[in-house]
């Protein structure tokens, strides 16, 4: 009997059959499926060396510094009554002239107050009264940075940003404002000191000022500050260079910093990588009028003993000597014999001042204070104001290619004092005589008319004279500190100081600027 053979699969076989398919048709719609496709490589990640952040110490210092805004009473505008509370000058023509129909005189008429316009149904705060007068009230006028350095509120900022101020408000860090005075400012460094109106007793997080005589050009800063009232903003950058002096005073001894700082930073500190403050941001340089990256702080140990004299009295006093003083440069030091461009050279002892009574005298290069070598008048300058007025003080003093020693009490330096004088008129002696040549210096000279000097009458552009700033109209007073009357007297200095084997005469010239020292060649001719 045959065995009947089936044709058809059985159901299991189908199943497997198409199970086998799909697969066969899934793998070629979407690839291998999840659990049995290969794992592809992993994206591309670069293991970074490490670089120090900035992050610990924005963290730790950023709620000690704030920002400064300020108030000042804005007197009235016009007090004349006439309605116009705005002042326009087109080309000579004032607001009245403008024709009628012109569209800042209809805007102002509207809104600004002309006495035709509906200026009362504005309301009291919009630009007058009813009268048309604008009366004075507080205004916000300057913003700037500050620091808090002690817990109960004493904050620091530039003196340019409080001057003039009559109120004062402090953002802190978190947004919130508080009132706060005027402790006590000092224009010549341009350091202020606020106190925050701490009635709640708060204890505020500060900062300290670091030891700058371990700063070193090239060490990290943070700048931290408000430019433009964006809030708090960090900016970092190296210390540049040290000791900078940029025309703004007596005591200029700046960091440089190159770092963007920008207006409203002023102020504001700038911290070591322990979040110490090694200076107060206070200038930038600026020929494009934005920021290029260079600015110039206060350094710590300047600001950190004027900080404590206004916090105690809420002011700074100052030892004065009262001389007026230039640099030694090399060409005068030649000429005085002395064997260093360096000390601080007087052109004119102040009349009554402290100096001038202990006889120090105008040709007289001060070397040392009390033993310690001078560097420059700006090294002079700062050392006597940190004198207490009353001290006694020892100078070194070249004179006369010798040295000598000057003892000078130091005064109290007051704030209409000046270190410069004019020097007293000499009576004539002689007859005018006509002028006369001195052609090894390249420049002509005829006597004063009150016989004090002599007139510079003429300078030959391409002498050594000319290209140290001699020109027509000077009055030079003395050569080699001994006075002159004539070129009579300037020949005989010159020759004395030929013999002696200089090459350079020191001559004293005045101008309308003031009186300065110029060394000149005399070993031509």
Partial sequence: MSKQISLRPSLKTVLKTSTVAGLAALMLSTGIPAQVVQSFAEPVKVT??????????????????????????????????????????????????????????????????????????????????????????????????????????????????????????????????????????????????????NKENRKFTYVSFADDSKVRVGDWVVAVGNPFGLGGTVTAGIISARGRDIGSGPYDDYLQIDAAVNRGNSGGPAFNLDGQVVGINTAIFSPSGGNVGIAFAIPASVAKDVVADLMKDGKVERGWLGVQIQPVTKDIAESLGLAEAQGALVVEPQAGSPGEKAGIKKGDVITALDGDPIKDPRDLAKRVALIAPGTETEFSVWRNGKSETVKVEIAKLEADQQASASPDQATPDEPQSSEEELADLGIAVSPSDDGNGVTVAAVDPDSDASDRGLKEGDRITSVNNKEIKSAEDITKVIDQARKDGRSKALFQVETDGGSRFVALPIDQG
Avoid: C
């Fill in 48 to 197: 970074a060396p490490q670089v120090a952040s900035f992050g610990d110490v924005v963290d730790a210092v950023s709620p000690a510094v704030v920002s400064v805004r300020v108030q000042s009473d804005v007197k009235p505008v016009s007090d004349e009554g006439d309605g116009n509370s705005f002042n326009f000058n087109f080309g000579g023509r004032g607001f009245d002239d403008l024709p009628d129909d012109h569209p800042l005189k209809r805007f102002f008429r509207e809104f600004g107050g002309g006495q035709d316009g509906p200026r009362a149904d504005r309301g009291p705060h919009r630009f007058g009264d009813r009268d048309g007068k604008r009366k004075g009230h507080m205004r916000p006028t300057s913003q700037g940075s500050g620091f808090i350095i002690s817990e109960d509120g004493y904050i620091v900022t530039n003196n340019h940003v409080v001057d003039d101020g009559a109120a004062f408000t402090i953002v802190l860090n978190d947004g919130s404002e508080v009132d706060a005075k005027l402790v006590g400012k000092d224009s010549r460094t341009d350091l202020a000191v606020l106190k925050i109106d």
